[in-house]
């Protein structure tokens, strides 16, 4: 079966520190991966999605980045935090199929404190 | 641009009654429609989905959902709430040329009283 894990759960940092939150996906390949930002009363935003190693596409302007070094593995940074960046990340997989129908399976969140 | 709205962000029902939680796109195509449920503590899962055949979907937990495509709809209901529904609902549609991006609603807090 297949499990979405991310690390740290939860994370305090100073403004203009730098960010690196992961993400890793066991139990299948080739996984389209994702980052959401989840704010309350505003639903999920996508930041970023990758369809492969090195693959990555911007959904939003903003101060963070996204890589994926390898097949299974995202990583969300920052160079340096700003108070808005604070908030709830949520990484995602789903399949990559022919047609566009992808249900995402979802990890448990990091909740990130910018002071 | 796409987009998904939910009527209420606050819902609070008592047990054993009925709910239907209000879900709107705007997107002129083909698209595939989702329910995802966090309950408290939990990772956001999936609730029922919908591609194509019957507009009336079966999820988990004894919920269902219909797509109204005339409407731009796609409402969650459940006969009958349980305090264990109390969770975090989000709908979310991706359009079938739209490849990997999905579109959230802001979602609904459900509270259901014992």
């Known amino acids: 079966s297949q499990t979405i894990h991310q690390w740290p759960a939860t994370l305090v940092q100073p403004v203009g520190s730098p960010l690196s939150l992961e993400c890793t996906v066991e139990?299948?390949?080739?996984?389209?991966l994702y980052w959401y930002r989840q704010a309350a009363g505003r639903g999920l935003q996508l930041l970023f999605y990758s369809v492969g190693i090195g693959q990555i596409s911007s959904e939003v302007p903003q101060n963070l980045s996204a890589s994926r070094p390898q097949d299974r593995q995202f990583i969300l940074s920052s160079k340096k935090l700003l108070l808005s960046d604070s908030g709830f990340y949520l990484c995602a997989w789903s399949r990559q199929l022919t047609t566009s129908y992808n249900e995402q399976f979802f990890g448990p969140g990091t909740r990130l404190t910018v002071l | 641009a796409q987009s998904v709205s939910q009527h209420n962000h606050h819902v609070i029902l008592s047990e054993a009654a009925s709910l239907e939680l209000g879900c709107n796109y705007s997107?002129?195509?083909?698209?595939?429609l989702f329910w995802y449920v966090q309950y408290p503590g939990q990772h956001l899962q999936l609730l029922l989905k919908y591609f194509s055949g019957d507009p009336l979907v079966k999820g988990i937990k004894g919920f269902e959902a219909e797509f109204i495509k005339s409407k731009f709809s796609f409402n969650l209901r459940k006969p009958s709430v349980q305090w264990s529904d109390t969770a975090e609902y989000f709908c979310a549609v991706n359009a079938k040329t739209g490849g990997f991006k999905t579109i959230f609603g802001a979602g609904t807090r459900l509270f259901v009283k014992a």
């Open positions: 139990g299948t390949s080739n996984p389209n």
């Open positions: 997107y002129g195509g083909t698209v595939n």
